[in-house]
Structures are given as structure tokens and as C-alpha cells.
């Protein structure tokens, strides 16, 4: 198994966190993103929405969510346990993963990806060349502020 990483990216950075609050260390093949390198033809075969983290299993299957990718880790390392140890632990934290998500994640991508010169068509992760969007870059900002306060 192996990890697609790169260094300045949010999403990999959780699982290289993972990683190491759970003393793990996993081959890793860093990409490029500022290069296109998630654009190469051998990259978008294995994950076709060209973004990362990646987790290449030795089946040849692609596990390309973050959150997807350190429940599969904590099955094959349940200790510690990170994910939770009951029904309630597992039902508490993914509803703090997800409150996380929704409105600090997504809110600070909401305000980088569409406020920052060098992203132009590049609004959103992926495939598809998105022109940015001011109103998002300001709306992003305010939710940012609520989730802090």
C-alpha cells in the first residue's frame, strides 16, 4: 500500500496526522500540485477526480477520501483508537468530523480556492478548469469567522 501525498494540500496533511498519532509510516509518493502532476495520465487513471490524498492498496484499489482512508487504517490498526471505541465514541466523533468539514474546511476552501490569485479555473479540486467565484471568496470568509467565534 501506498500513499499519493502533497505537501502544501489540506486533505493529505489529515492523514499524514493520522499517520502519525497512530505511529504508522506508509510508503509515499509526493506529487506536484503547483506542476499539474495530479493531471498526468498515470495519476487520473487511478483516481480519475485527480486529487489526493490517494491510498493505493496492494489490490490495486484506490481509496480517495480522507476520512475513508483512516477508517480503513484503523481497521487494520485499532490502537490506539482514533475513530472511536463504541457505537456512541464512533456516532460522537464523526458528527464532530463532519461539523469540522462542513463549516471550517469547507468554508476556508470556500474562501482560498475562490479569493486567491494563481486559482483562477482552479475554483474547486478536480478535473474540471472552475473560474472563481468573488461572492464565494466572501461568503467563505464570514462562515470562517463564525466558525472561529
Known sequence: MKLYDAAVAPSPR?????????????????????????????????????????????????????????????????????????????????CWIRRIEWDGLYALQEAFRNGTPGLERRALPGPLPLEQIPALAERGRLRVAHYFA
Not at 62 to 77: P, S
Open 14 to 94: 489529515r492523514v499524514r496526522i493520522f499517520l502519525a498519532e497512530k505511529g504508522l509510516a506508509i510508503p509515499m509518493v509526493r506529487l506536484d500540485l503547483r506542476a499539474g502532476e495530479q493531471f498526468e495520465p498515470e495519476f487520473r487513471a487511478l483516481n480519475p477526480q485527480c486529487t489526493v490524498p490517494v491510498l493505493e492498496l496492494d489490490s490495486g484499489a484506490a481509496i480517495t477520501d480522507v476520512i475513508a482512508i483512516c477508517r480503513y487504517l484503523e481497521e487494520l490498526h485499532p490502537a490506539p483508537p482514533l475513530m472511536g471505541r463504541d457505537a456512541e465514541e464512533r456516532a460522537l466523533i464523526e
